[in-house]
């Protein structure tokens, strides 16, 4: 089992930065594939970004490949999301999602990661 924890969402003008972090908790934490997925009202939960348990490779989507940063710190159980040069179409419940798994199959597709957290509310004002 794992347990995430996210936090740091908040109200922030276009243009400007915010970092959300996830904590996680649970023994298969550390070989797991972490991500990040956004859910805004009326539309389906999409894919931000993901990260393997090394580090070493990240994955983006077009919406946010530039302009957001995924890392994580295994020592200390968490997964960070640096999000810049925010616009109001960033505007979501931003979710930390592990896999449970280093596979690296679907790591686009929300239906392969096995844990969820509670999500945190990123709002950007025009």
């Known amino acids: 089992q794992v347990q995430l924890v996210e936090s740091g969402g908040g109200l922030v003008q276009a243009g400007g930065s915010l970092r959300i972090s996830c904590a996680a908790s649970?023994?298969?934490?550390?070989?797991?594939?972490m991500g990040w997925f956004r859910q805004a009202p009326g539309k389906e939960r999409e894919f931000v970004a993901a990260i393997t348990w090394s580090g070493r490779t990240t994955w983006y989507s077009d919406y946010v490949k530039g302009r957001f940063s995924i890392t994580r710190d295994n020592a200390k159980n968490t997964l960070d999301l640096q999000m810049n040069s925010l616009k109001p179409e960033d505007t979501a419940v931003y979710y930390c999602?592990?896999?449970?798994?280093?596979?690296?199959?679907?790591?686009?597709?929300?239906?392969?990661?096995?844990?969820w957290g509670q999500g945190t509310q990123v709002t950007v004002s025009s």
């Open positions: 649970g023994r298969t934490y550390s070989n797991s594939v």
């Open positions: 999602a592990a896999r449970g798994t280093s596979s690296l199959s679907g790591i686009y597709d929300r239906g392969r990661y096995s844990y």
